[in-house]
């Protein structure tokens, strides 16, 4: 929806929700700490190890991040336990 204003087109919010290479909403900040911790990793393991260390070490932190990520995903942006079965209250209010 775009709004003129003086004849300058104005947008006003997202249209969609947002998404980026498949990973949505809060997510998204979830996979930027995913990458950085990667590369920390790198670096240490870098300095302890070696080169091809720290580089397998990282591929295997972003890796498992963002694998970890998309299994979340799918459970939904506002995931919540569910309880299956059915639950009896008894006194709920005293009479």
Do not use: W
């Amino acid at each position: 929806m775009d709004i003129n204003f003086n004849g300058i087109p104005v947008f006003k919010g997202l249209q969609k929700p947002l998404e980026f290479m498949g990973i949505r909403g809060r997510f998204l900040t979830y996979a930027a700490g995913a990458i950085g911790l990667s590369f920390l990793g790198f670096l240490l393991s870098s300095i302890l190890f070696g080169k091809l260390v720290g580089f397998i070490v990282m591929v295997c932190l972003a890796a498992v991040g963002i694998i970890s990520i998309y299994v979340k995903q799918r459970s939904g942006l506002h995931s919540k336990k569910r309880h299956h079965g059915i639950y009896f209250f008894y006194k709920m209010y005293d009479r």
